[in-house]
C-alpha cells in the first residue's frame, strides 16, 4: 500500500523556523510533481506549495512567498517544506501530496502549532 508520511512539525514561538519532511513509502514518486497543503483549526484544506518532478519549478501561496521554500531529494525519494519567519496564522495540520493531489494518498499529516 502507497503511503505518504510527513514529519517534522511541532510547536515553535513566532519568528521561528521549522522543516518538514515527506517520504513516500511503497513507491516513489519521482516522476511526480508534489505539493505540500495545510488545514489551519476550523478551516478548509488548502494549497502551500507545489515543487516540479525535477524542481526546475516551484509555486507558493501568495500567504507563505518569500518565507517557506519547497525542496527535493530525488534520491532519497523525499520532499521538504523549509518554514522560517513562522507566524500564528501557519498554525496548521500539514500534508504532502501529489499535485494534483490524489484522494487516497492524503496521511495522518503532521501538526505545526506557532505561537505568539
Known amino acids: 500500500q502507497v503511503q505518504l508520511a510527513e514529519s517534522g512539525g511541532g510547536q515553535v514561538q513566532a519568528g521561528g523556523s521549522l522543516r518538514l519532511s515527506c517520504a513516500p513509502s511503497?513507491?516513489?514518486?519521482?516522476?511526480?510533481?508534489m505539493a505540500w497543503f495545510r488545514q489551519p483549526p476550523g478551516k478548509e484544506r488548502e494549497f502551500v506549495a507545489a515543487?516540479?518532478?525535477?524542481?526546475?519549478?516551484?509555486k507558493y501561496a501568495d500567504s507563505v512567498k518569500g518565507r517557506f521554500t519547497i525542496s527535493r531529494d530525488n534520491a532519497k525519494n523525499t520532499v521538504y517544506l523549509q518554514m522560517n519567519s513562522l507566524k500564528p496564522e501557519d498554525t496548521a495540520v500539514y500534508y504532502c501530496?501529489?499535485?494534483?493531489?490524489?484522494?487516497?494518498?492524503w496521511g495522518q499529516g503532521t501538526q505545526v502549532i506557532v505561537s505568539s
Open positions: 501530496n501529489t499535485r494534483p493531489p490524489v484522494f487516497n494518498l
Open positions: 515543487i516540479s518532478y525535477n524542481a526546475d519549478m516551484t
Open positions: 511503497g513507491r516513489t514518486f519521482n516522476d511526480y510533481a
